[in-house]
């Protein structure tokens, strides 16, 4: 099992730039695909990104693509999510989620965290 927490939510400016960072304790990290998603109000969560286990691979939402970058930092156990040129249709909850195989789907991933809030402002 392993336990995730985010951090590096807040409240930019269109065109700003954050970093969400999570911190993955329990299983080795290294194990784990790990994925970002997100959810606006009165929306589904939707899809952002993904790692896979090896860090080899990299997925992304065309929304976000060019924008945002994920990568991962197995001797701390973290995985960011770089995210550039903020538009306000970014502005949602962003949870990260681990899964023992890469997915674009939330229903592929086991583990989540509690989600921390970006807000865009224009």
């Known amino acids: 099992q392993v336990q995730l927490v985010e951090s590096g939510g807040g409240l930019v400016q269109a065109g700003e730039s954050l970093r969400l960072s999570c911190s993955a304790s329990?299983?080795?990290?290294?194990?784990?695909?790990m994925g970002w998603f997100r959810q606006a109000p009165g929306k589904e969560r939707e899809f952002v990104a993904a790692?896979?286990?090896?860090?080899?691979?990299?997925y992304y939402a065309d929304s976000v693509k060019g924008r945002f970058a994920i990568s991962g930092d197995y001797a701390k156990n973290t995985v960011y999510l770089q995210m550039n040129n903020l538009k306000p249709e970014d502005t949602a909850v962003y949870y990260c989620?681990?899964?023992?195989?890469?997915?674009?789907?939330?229903?592929?991933?086991?583990?989540w965290g509690q989600g921390t809030q970006v807000t865009v402002s224009s």
């Open positions: 989620a681990a899964s023992l195989k890469t997915g674009l789907s939330e229903y592929d991933y086991h583990y």
């Open positions: 329990g299983r080795t990290f290294s194990s784990y695909a």
């Open positions: 790692i896979s286990r090896s860090s080899k691979s990299t």
